[in-house]
């Protein structure tokens, strides 16, 4: 089984950071794709950032330039920071993992349980 911990959620003023981690637990598997994905109240959830196993990054056009999506492929750990947050980047903060179980050939889909963000005065 495969557990995702998210951390790092939280208020912060508009024009601060936030830096979001998320780390895949369990045993025999690997991680391929990881990703921040995010849903705000009323509205679908979104992707925000996704990041290959190559780490190259690709991110939602409203998120550009403002964030960083990392990871640590050796502790399967995605990172997510948060420069220059707007009220409007305020929702529940989801990270997934595709997983390739030992022996298995397709991926498999996992999510973490999501992490506030509130970006307020």
């Known amino acids: 089984q495969v557990q995702l911990v998210e951390s790092g959620g939280g208020l912060v003023e508009p024009g601060g950071s936030l830096r979001l981690s998320c780390a895949a637990s369990g045993s025999g598997f690997s991680v391929n794709d990881m990703a921040w994905y995010r849903q705000a109240p009323g509205k679908e959830r979104e992707l925000v950032a996704r990041?290959?196993?190559?780490?190259?990054?690709n991110y939602a056009d409203s998120v550009k330039g403002r964030f960083t999506a990392t990871r640590d492929n050796a502790k399967n750990t995605v990172f997510l920071q948060m420069d220059s947050l707007k009220p409007e980047d305020t929702a529940v903060y989801y990270c997934?993992?595709?997983?390739?179980?030992?022996?298995?050939?397709?991926?498999?889909?996992?999510w973490g349980r999501g992490t506030q963000v509130t970006v307020a005065s």
């Open positions: 997934f993992a595709a997983i390739k179980f030992r022996g298995y050939i397709n991926n498999r889909n996992y």
């Open positions: 990041v290959s196993t190559g780490e190259i990054a």
